[in-house]
């Protein structure tokens, strides 16, 4: 792998241990708005949206009575607290980032989660203001099923996509950074885990924790 300059991180599944989490929201969603058993694979469906296209998705697909600002607003107040006191850091990623800085190495993240639980974890956890930027759909509306985000942080961090390593648990993003020219490296989630063999296949490296990552980057 050539030498990486950049490194741009996931949050959800990368950074953070919240997958779980966003699973048991969206059923949680469905059920006070009267959808009595929402499809078992309904967090599959939305880990692919921005947060404006699911919200405009459970409205279509299940017929709700309401706007897409209610749906929006509504589940970052149920996952709010979650984001506030609960979620904690994914192991070793306070050693990576530690490494990262005596390396001189720029890093940030980018999410498709909302901006401001985003900030919250993160300030929480102690490591907000150790990153460049923190990238959001409130910036690149089309999400990760486009480059836009990824080239925008390549472009803070100074780097090439080439030079630029993006870190990520999700599949449909390791193949959009992929596609666009970065280095790539899927990162082991338990509920990306059914997906694990074709994030093998389309990432340059596959890891079981961030603590393996110190392999991959000269």
């Not at 058993?37 to 309904?42: E, F, G, N, V």
Request: hydrophobic residues 40%.
């Amino acid at each position: 792998m050539p030498v990486i300059k950049g490194v741009i991180f996931d949050l959800d599944g990368t950074l953070i241990d919240s997958m779980t989490i966003w699973n048991r929201i969206d059923r949680e969603f469905l059920l006070e708005n009267g959808i009595a058993d929402p499809p078992s694979d309904i967090s599959d469906r939305m880990r692919k949206m921005t947060v404006d296209e699911s919200s405009q998705y459970f409205i279509d697909e299940f017929g709700l009575d309401c706007t897409k600002e209610y749906v929006i607003k509504r589940i970052e107040e149920l996952v709010r607290r979650e984001y506030m006191d609960r979620i904690q850091l994914k192991p070793n990623v306070c050693e990576v980032l530690d490494w990262l800085d005596e390396k001189g190495t720029p890093y940030g993240v980018a999410t498709a989660t909302y901006k401001v639980l985003a900030e919250a974890v993160l300030k929480r956890c102690g490591i907000f203001d150790r990153f460049r930027f923190l990238l959001t759909d409130m910036e690149y509306p089309k999400g990760k099923n486009f480059p836009d985000i990824f080239y925008g942080g390549a472009e803070r961090l100074g780097c090439l996509p080439g030079e630029t390593l993006v870190i990520e648990d999700s599949l449909h993003c390791i193949e959009t950074a992929a596609a666009a020219g970065f280095k790539t490296v899927g990162v082991y989630d338990p509920v990306s885990a059914p997906e694990m063999n074709e994030i093998k296949t389309a990432a340059d490296h596959y890891i079981m924790s961030l603590g393996e990552v110190y392999d991959i980057i000269s």
